[in-house]
């Protein structure tokens, strides 16, 4: 029988999948410590993927649930990168380095500390790892990420009064444009539909679908449309409400709902049935 495969979370929200080979007994959101390079590293047990899993290396295994000591150590760790930020910070202006420094990630044995980073363009950090090795005494990566992965590494509130999505439950970034701020009738202001991270919101995209498939059931901006009180052509479009603007001659705007057009589509598509009923029987 194959080992279960369990995706691990740990800090920041970074993940990765591990084989439970050793059929540790743990339960899901419980720590659990795995194998890392070179040693050990602790993180929740998140869920068990469904489907097959594609990992750039093989998943490593789950080696035990997490003991009081090992969750004590994890914490003194998180006060540990804290200070090591503060030093790092002091030797990137040493060494004149254009990057911004984002955070740092001990593994919990203690046998490799990680610095995250955001630079515009490739920086030469070779020194920068030698001073850093020469002060932890331990292996020293510095890794260079994206600024959403900044955003979701740090933590923060969005403009929507919530706790961001990637540092909440987002998993994977997806691409973002600005068509989709436009099929939503949202104002094209960089600092209405932006995030913390300086892109573009990431929620642009959960309600695509929905405007997609509503939008559909109205007939286009633009075009004419004949109301009850007269026609007129499509203004707005505000699938919240359900509601179509039409802008009749003149200033004059009538407010059709979505079930009038769809009972006005529903006549005219009986009335074209009919047409073609009766031409078939002449025929």
Same mark, same amino acid.
């Given at each position: 029988? &194959?080992?279960?495969?369990? %995706?691990?979370? /740990?800090?920041?929200?970074?993940?990765?999948?591990?084989?439970?080979?050793?059929?540790?007994?743990?339960?899901?959101?419980?720590?659990?410590?795995?194998?890392? %390079?070179?040693?050990?590293?602790?993180?929740?047990?998140?869920?068990?993927?469904?489907?097959?899993?594609?990992?750039?290396?093989?998943?490593?295994?789950?080696?035990?649930?997490?003991?009081?000591? &090992? $969750?004590?150590?994890?914490?003194?760790? #998180?006060?540990?990168?804290?200070?090591?930020?503060?030093?790092?910070?002091?030797?990137?202006?040493?060494?004149?380095?254009?990057?911004?420094?984002?955070?740092?990630?001990?593994?919990?044995?203690?046998?490799?500390?990680?610095?995250? /980073?955001?630079?515009?363009?490739?920086?030469?950090?070779?020194?920068?790892?030698? &001073?850093?090795?020469?002060?932890?005494?331990?292996?020293?990566?510095?890794?260079? $990420?994206?600024?959403?992965? %900044?955003?979701? =590494?740090?933590?923060?509130?969005?403009?929507?009064?919530? #706790?961001?999505?990637?540092?909440?439950?987002? #998993?994977? /970034?997806?691409?973002?444009?600005?068509?989709?701020?436009?099929?939503?009738?949202?104002?094209?202001?960089?600092?209405?539909?932006?995030?913390?991270?300086?892109?573009?919101?990431?929620?642009?995209?959960?309600?695509?679908?929905?405007?997609? %498939?509503?939008?559909?059931?109205?007939? =286009?901006?633009?075009?004419?449309?004949?109301?009850?009180?007269?026609?007129?052509?499509?203004?707005?479009?505000?699938?919240?409400?359900?509601?179509?603007?039409?802008?009749?001659?003149?200033? &004059?705007?009538?407010?059709?709902?979505?079930?009038?057009?769809?009972?006005?589509?529903?006549?005219?598509?009986?009335?074209?049935?009919?047409?073609?009923?009766?031409?078939?029987?002449?025929?």
């Amino acid at each position: 029988m &194959d080992a279960e495969v369990w %995706e691990i979370e /740990f800090k920041a929200r970074r993940t990765g999948y591990y084989y439970n080979c050793n059929n540790v007994l743990f339960e899901a959101n419980e720590y659990v410590v795995v194998a890392a %390079e070179r040693g050990e590293d602790i993180g929740i047990a998140k869920r068990k993927p469904t489907g097959s899993v594609k990992t750039k290396s093989s998943p490593k295994a789950i080696i035990r649930v997490a003991s009081d000591l &090992d $969750i004590e150590r994890m914490k003194e760790n #998180r006060v540990r990168e804290k200070e090591a930020v503060a030093q790092c910070l002091t030797l990137v202006k040493k060494h004149h380095l254009k990057m911004k420094l984002v955070d740092s990630e001990y593994q919990l044995d203690g046998n490799k500390l990680t610095f995250f /980073f955001t630079a515009d363009q490739r920086v030469d950090f070779r020194e920068l790892v030698k &001073d850093l090795a020469g002060i932890y005494k331990t292996r020293i990566e510095l890794r260079q $990420i994206g600024v959403r992965d %900044e955003a979701k =590494r740090i933590d923060g509130f969005g403009i929507c009064g919530l #706790r961001q999505c990637c540092s909440l439950w987002l #998993r994977d /970034f997806e691409p973002i444009s600005t068509q989709l701020a436009r099929e939503q009738n949202l104002s094209l202001n960089p600092q209405k539909i932006s995030g913390n991270c300086g892109r573009l919101l990431c929620c642009l995209r959960y309600e695509k679908k929905h405007y997609q %498939e509503t939008i559909r059931e109205f007939p =286009r901006p633009g075009t004419r449309y004949m109301t009850s009180v007269g026609e007129g052509t499509v203004d707005k479009i505000n699938i919240f409400t359900q509601e179509m603007t039409v802008r009749l001659e003149g200033a &004059d705007t009538q407010v059709v709902s979505l079930k009038d057009v769809q009972r006005r589509n529903r006549r005219k598509s009986s009335f074209h049935r009919k047409i073609t009923e009766r031409n078939s029987g002449k025929e």
